[in-house]
């Protein structure tokens, strides 16, 4: 079992929910598994931060150097 998530409803258009979801730990594949169940799949996912890193649009794929501060941020 993980720690709680905090979920947050952004959008509603027709039959689609567009959804802020943060995590203090995760396991695999968690929030399209815990989507799955009531009938709702997931279409998309986008990590927008690691800790208090934000990856400011980093393209899906690709990867950066972490800075010095947000190894420490990340370490803490």
Request: no cysteine; glycine share 4%.
């Amino acid at each position: 079992m993980t720690m709680p998530a905090r979920i947050e409803v952004l959008d509603r258009v027709n039959q689609k929910t567009l959804l802020k979801v943060i995590l203090k730990e995760s396991l695999n594949r968690q929030i399209r598994k815990i989507a799955t169940l009531p009938g709702h799949p997931v279409q998309d996912l986008q990590r927008i931060s690691i800790s208090n890193t934000n990856l400011n649009g980093l393209q899906e794929g690709k990867w950066r150097k972490p800075k010095t501060k947000e190894w420490i941020s990340i370490i803490n």
